[in-house]
């Protein structure tokens, strides 16, 4: 038997979303761009997604701009805003995603902007009166923080983060890769200047995925070379993933209850399930069911021999899943989330992420076998 459990990477595709690609593929394969036929044909698909999106977004056609994935919308976003914005400052945590944080890092060492980290507890969970205090002694700031914290599941505020960036005139970019798809988002309400999706992580394809701009802000294109998507992002539209993207974030939204209660069966059984089996088991991030995201269980396991190979042994008892240790003193290699919120180096940690797709006999069987493991290496 072999089980999935790691979703948070990457999830697999659902047959309507791949039935919905292959019908694009096989008869639409015009250059949105072309004038002709052919191309208004692929137009008119590319649009229709793009209003599939908004309407489930609560926010207007004109400010989604699909991009390549997550990684590139984050990219879009903060490069963007510091360079058209005149933006000399900005703040996020060390618990952010690399596409974030070596984003940043490159910007300050280029020396265009000063560059501060919010503090997170043991938690992971970021100190709201600090970012406060931080908006308050200096000038417009670019704020960055993810929605959920992808080794963790930690949720963060980010209804509390648009009020107080608001208070300060901040532009706020909210990295939303693991929620989206997963939680209702409303961009109507919600006070972010700036959102990134990837369609990989809600059973859509990979390579593609979008930025949202709000029609506040003004920013130039970070991609050259052509007039598509409205000016701000040269280059063909991948057609077929747009399509797949939006018929796998409407999917969600039609089944969201639903899924979110089983997978969050699911988790909360492997939580008790891991307590019950293996003495002195711990878990990183937030737990509770609504300061967590529901798809991720982050495990911390007692010192054990060849500790380091804990995945190893994993993938060839079948389970697939990440995770690794904190940084060592005057190493780089490990987890940065770990290091950032004070997890022990010596404990091994393993990241579970589930989806729609898990069932209770998978987590029965991972749980079986991570005991087996853990006996043997004790």
């Given amino acids: 038997m072999r089980v999935y459990l790691d979703n948070a990477a990457t999830t697999p595709m659902d047959p309507a979303v791949l039935k919905e690609i292959y019908k694009v593929m096989e008869s639409h394969f015009g250059n949105p761009s072309s004038i002709h036929a052919h191309g208004r044909e692929a137009r008119s698909l590319l649009e229709k997604a793009r209003k599939t999106v908004a ?38 945590s060390k618990l952010e995603h690399h596409a974030v944080l070596h984003t940043l890092e490159a910007m300050q060492k280029s020396g265009l902007i000063d560059l501060k980290f919010v503090d997170v507890d043991d938690k992971g969970r970021i100190n709201h009166d ?46 939303t890769v693991q929620t989206m798809g997963h939680y209702p988002h409303d961009l109507s309400k919600l006070k972010v200047h700036f959102v990134a999706c990837a369609a990989h992580k809600f059973h859509g394809p990979k390579g593609v995925g979008f930025l ?11 991609i050259y070379g052509g007039a598509q998507e409205r000016n701000m992002r040269g280059g063909t539209e991948n057609i077929y993933g747009i399509v797949g993207l939006a018929k796998a974030l409407e999917l969600c939204y039609t089944e969201m209850d639903i899924h979110k209660d089983h997978i969050q069966g699911l988790k909360s059984y492997m939580k008790k399930q891991l307590e019950d089996s293996i003495p002195g088991i711990q878990f990183n ?63 091994p940690s393993v990241r579970f992420s589930f989806s729609k797709y898990t069932t209770k006999e998978e987590i029965d069987y991972a749980v079986a076998k991570v005991k087996d493991v853990c006996l043997v290496n004790a």
């Fill in 212 to 222: 949202y701009v709000n029609h506040k802000v003004k920013i130039k294109p970070m």
């Fill in 55 to 92: 309407n489930l977004l609560h926010t207007s056609p004109a400010e989604i701009f699909f991009t390549s994935g997550g990684t590139e919308a984050d990219n879009t976003a903060i490069r963007c805003s510091i360079i058209d914005l005149g933006l000399k400052f900005a703040i996020t």
């Fill in 130 to 175: 600090q970012l406060d205090e931080m908006l308050a002694g200096q000038g417009r700031t670019l704020v960055s923080l993810m929605h959920a914290n992808n080794e963790l599941g930690t949720l963060t505020d980010i209804e509390r983060v648009g009020d107080i960036c608001e208070k300060y005139d901040a532009i706020f970019h909210c990295d």
């Fill in 285 to 347: 991030g937030e737990t509770d069911e609504d300061k967590s995201l529901y798809t991720v269980l982050n495990v911390s396991f007692p010192e054990m021999d060849m500790g380091d190979m804990l995945l190893f042994n994993l993938d060839i008892a079948g389970i697939s899943a990440s995770g690794g240790s904190a940084c060592s003193s005057g190493s780089n290699i490990g987890s940065h989330v770990l290091t950032a919120i004070g997890a022990s180096p010596d404990r």
